[in-house]
């Protein structure tokens, strides 16, 4: 599976952006896909997760509320949609996919993703 993320860039405080991620291949709707984010100085961190058929979602607790995670498995794409953006949301943003797994706690971890995409700048002035 090869990921490529899109739809970054620069955005004031309270604005909105929408990430997308598209994949190759033909088992997308089978895979486990996450959104980390990493910022400056920083450890790569978990954003948001959502599972193959789209109804079960997870997030990190400082953007629940704000941050949506979908997906489109016709399009084989993933998407993140980002609003009301704080300043401390500025980061390289990450998709990536992974396979299933009995507890959701895992889906919080990198090491539950085989297949990273490049990244997406995401910038929030104040």
């Known amino acids: 599976v090869q990921l490529q993320a899109s739809g970054g860039g620069l955005v004031q405080a309270g604005g909105s952006l929408r990430l997308s991620c598209a994949a190759s291949g033909r088992t997308f709707s089978t895979y486990v896909m996450g959104w980390f984010r990493q910022a400056p100085g920083k450890e790569r961190e978990f954003v948001a997760a959502i599972k193959p058929i789209g109804r079960y979602t997870y997030y990190t607790e400082s953007v629940k509320g704000r941050f949506t995670i979908s997906r489109d498995n016709a399009k084989n794409t993933v998407y993140l949609q980002m609003n009301s953006l704080k300043p401390e949301d500025t980061a390289v943003y990450y998709c990536?996919?992974?396979?299933?797994?009995?507890?959701?706690?895992?889906?919080?971890?990198?090491?539950?993703?085989?297949?990273w995409g490049q990244g997406t700048q995401v910038t929030v002035s104040s």
């Open positions: 990536a996919a992974g396979r299933t797994s009995d507890s959701a706690v895992y889906y919080y971890l990198s090491r539950a993703y085989d297949y």
